[in-house]
């Protein structure tokens, strides 16, 4: 039945108007008001739809607990679109590819009571995953190139915003220039960037895809660098505005001349992609997994589901099965 007490419309109206106060200052006011107009806009439409549909059996707190987060990644992701140089005409289309993600995500993990924490994982699971898939088509379209893409696809204020608030709870201020970066309305001191072609700008670019990254993984690779690189990648980690420090058009540069270098992987075989796959499926339950990989097209559900069972599914190519299996590992 609806939820007849939930009142969505001023409550769509009071998350827009805070998010005024959380918009990015170095936005225009043409971004600025995209951001607080989109995050409004779908917070109305699922609060409307939550609130009035009789097929929806949601309480009044569980319609707030969904809009709330339809706001907040709206608000997210709809900096990240505007961060990423992507051409305004294409926003829309992303960004409600986004929101619906979430309002079907968020009805199943509520109808199917699942813990709160499981249910946002999910969630943010499947925010990437068809975030990625929007820039993605609009690469295959040619409507954007791949270096853009992937500059695209690093973006993640919710990532850069959970940085700042724990730099701001980080404590007095320290009195080296080195720390300055984990304080709260400070920068991290003048970083005069070089030319594209130069070392220095091409660890600040490695820095930023390492902000986006698993923690682990990220020391792992970091082990394979020289002492005083890793010290250099790990100083940038620290810059919370980096990305506008390097520059969209450095970092794109960059991004394509290290892909050249990186040397191809030949050693991908079908029993390492099982391993992978089940290193992933082991930290979840059979439903849980029914739920995350319910939009995915039926060989990747085929693939997991039969590396499960130490079995690999044939009729995928192994170079794509790795993908697949990066893509599952590094999207939660």
């Known amino acids: ?21 959380l918009v990015p200052q170095d936005f225009n006011d043409n971004q600025k008001q995209y951001v607080i107009n989109t995050l409004g806009n779908f917070a109305l439409l699922s609060g409307k739809a939550l609130a009035e549909d009789p097929n929806l059996n949601f309480n009044e707190e569980q319609s707030i607990t969904i809009t709330q987060i339809i706001a907040e990644w709206s608000f997210h992701k709809s900096v990240d679109v505007i961060r990423s140089g992507i051409p305004q005409q294409y926003w829309d289309p992303i960004m409600q590819k986004i929101a619906y993600t979430i309002f079907e995500i968020a009805k199943q993990t509520f109808s199917q009571g699942l ?14 995953k068809s975030y990625l898939e929007a820039i993605t088509e609009l690469k295959n379209k040619g409507a954007i190139d791949e270096g853009l893409m992937e500059y695209a696809a690093s973006q993640s204020n919710m990532d850069r915003m959970a940085q700042e608030m724990q730099a701001q709870q980080g404590g007095a201020a320290p009195q ?22 130069s070392k220095v700008l091409k660890l600040a670019t490695v820095a930023m895809l ?15 660098f020289g002492p005083e690189d890793a010290q250099t990648v790990i100083k940038f980690m620290r810059v919370p505005d980096l990305a506008e420090r390097v ?27 099982i391993l992978r796959i089940k290193r992933f499926t082991s930290k979840y339950t059979n439903k849980e997994l029914d739920t995350m990989l319910i939009r995915e097209r039926m060989g990747v559900k085929r ?30």
């Open 303 to 332: 693939l997991v589901f039969n590396a499960m069972e130490d079995k690999y599914y044939d009729k995928m190519p192994p170079k794509v099965a790795s993908i697949v299996a990066t893509h599952l590992l590094d999207s939660v």
């Open 115 to 128: 813990p709160h924490d499981k249910i946002l994982e999910l969630i943010e699971h499947h925010v990437k």
């Open 247 to 273: 520059g969209a058009q450095n970092a794109l540069r960059c991004l394509k001349e290290i892909k050249t270098t990186l040397p191809k992987n030949t050693d991908i075989t079908p029993h390492k992609i």
């Open 176 to 197: 080296d220039n080195s720390s300055a970066a984990n304080m709260p309305g400070q920068s991290a001191g003048p970083i005069d960037f070089p030319k594209v072609d």
């Open 1 to 21: 039945m609806a939820t007849k007490n939930f009142d969505y419309e001023n409550f769509a109206q009071n998350l827009a108007a805070q998010a005024q106060e």
């Open 210 to 224: 390492f902000k986006k990254m698993n923690q682990d993984k990220v020391q792992a690779i970091l082990d394979k």
